[in-house]
């Protein structure tokens, strides 16, 4: 859900993207590249972003992801599923 949701500013590259999320939380996730690229890799064979390669910030090959219409509708619902999880456990929280 992170990353689709990152990669609504635009595409990027996965460096960008594991920076994105972690200057949004305010530096307090990080998303490794052990866990970004399989993650990267499932999206794409899913057709929830696609990808292509470019030249980076410094010149170097870099693959670019971007979302497709099919992320943003996964990404809808990850965001539903999410609110109705994390309003669940702060109820049960909130009992004690």
């Known amino acids: 859900?992170?990353?689709l949701h990152s990669l609504q500013r635009g595409a990027m590259?996965?460096?960008a993207i594991a920076q994105?999320?972690?200057?949004?939380?305010?530096?307090e996730l990080s998303v490794e590249e052990g866990s970004l690229?399989?993650?990267l890799y499932r999206l794409e064979l899913a057709g929830a972003i696609?990808?292509?390669?470019?030249l980076s910030e410094n010149n170097?090959?870099?693959?670019y992801y971007e979302i497709t219409k099919r992320g943003?509708?996964?990404l809808e619902e990850q965001q539903q599923t999410w609110k109705?999880?994390?309003?669940?456990?702060g109820r049960v929280l909130s009992c004690f």
């Open 1 to 3: 859900m992170l990353i």
């Open 13 to 15: 590259h996965g460096y």
């Open 20 to 27: 994105t999320i972690h200057v949004l939380s305010d530096e």
């Open 37 to 39: 690229y399989p993650a």
């Open 50 to 54: 696609s990808a292509k390669w470019g």
């Open 60 to 63: 170097r090959k870099a693959k």
């Open 72 to 74: 943003r509708k996964a």
């Open 84 to 89: 109705r999880l994390s309003s669940a456990v």
